[in-house]
């Protein structure tokens, strides 16, 4: 028996949308204006709160009064703490604000259509992001997630694409993935901090299948055509955004701007990054193709995953431990997910696919593991540098 016939058979799973979706209380689905922007208005107070206490902090431990207490040493090494605390906390809430932004692409802030894009707009506009534009594209993610070949955000190189010839026993791999740890490394740090900004104006291919730009700040590109003037809007509200950064460093400097915004926003990037690519990312989860795929087994093919524990919950508003569901009903707001999730994965079992570990190791895991799926098949799980998957192809 061969290595491969050793490999175990995956099934897809055999449900319905609708039968996913009757096992889910209907109160999960119901959406709150109020109740969303009272938690948004606390999460901005805190955020401002922080923004004032750093810069506080830095003008008593950098003045006459701190030194009167510290010494000159001490006093650099608390001043220099605060900020570091700060970069850190300030990242974790653009990446809550994201979130809201998030949260009103889909509808799932309010009932309001209009109201959600009015908020998400102002959201993404104040982190660098074009609203409708990723909205759209976002829209086509969650259409075809799973899709071995139509999603617009993580399809997976196949053995043509990476130039490797037709899997044989005896195949040697080593020649097309060994790479020095370091050089693997740097890879890896140098994807966490362009990744986001390359999806955005398509440094990279949206798709290996995809030969047209995706440009999400240009309104001729293919997939935003047909709403020209949203993804103009978009841009306006990115073209204002900077002119604001641009007065703020007029006004205070350009390090001041770097310290307060510059830093966080550079934070977010890395968190996106990285949260997105581990839901969507593991070599446990299934690919599709053909009459194979549908939209509940693409959805279903993503993973939960527990990044900073219950702080993490409310950083990441639920978007980073409740995924799965997410993806099935998108519109369930982010404080139902919890509870519409504990009840799709009691029905739905070992279909459900949870991880626990720590999120640097899965980052790893995930990078250097998941290299490449076959050209053939319906159902394809990623294969290792040595040519392993963990379940068999059909």
Known sequence: MSPEDQIPTYNPMPWSVAELKAVIPARCFKRSLGTSVMYLTRNISISAGAFYIALSLDHFLSGPSALSYLSILWASIFRWSSWIFYWWFQGLMFVNFWAYGHECTHNALSPFRRVDDAIGFVLFSFLGTPYYSWQMSHVIHHSHRGHAEKDVSFVPPTRSDLKIPTHEDTMEYSDFFEDAPFFTLGKLILR????????????????????????????????????????????????????????????????????????????????????????????????????????????LSTVDRNPLGRLGQFFFLNAGHFHVVHHLFPQIPWYHLEEATNHLKAFIGDYYVYSDEPILKALWRSFTECQFVEDEGEVLFYRNAKGKARAKDQ
Request: positive net charge; contains cysteine.
């Open 192 to 299: 966490q901090q362009i990744g986001y900004l390359a999806f955005l104006i398509d440094l990279r291919s949206t798709s290996p299948k995809t030969e047209s730009l995706v440009c999400h700040f240009l309104p001729s590109s293919t997939m935003f055509r047909h709403r020209y003037k949203d993804v103009v809007l978009s841009d306006m509200g990115i073209l204002v955004m900077g002119g604001l950064l641009f007065y703020a460093t007029q006004s205070f400097g350009i390090i001041w701007l770097i310290k307060t915004y510059g830093i966080p926003w550079v934070a977010l990037n890395n968190w996106i990054v990285l949260i997105t690519y581990l839901h969507h990312t593991a070599p446990e989860i299934p690919y599709y193709r053909g009459k194979t795929w549908n939209f509940q087994r693409g959805a």
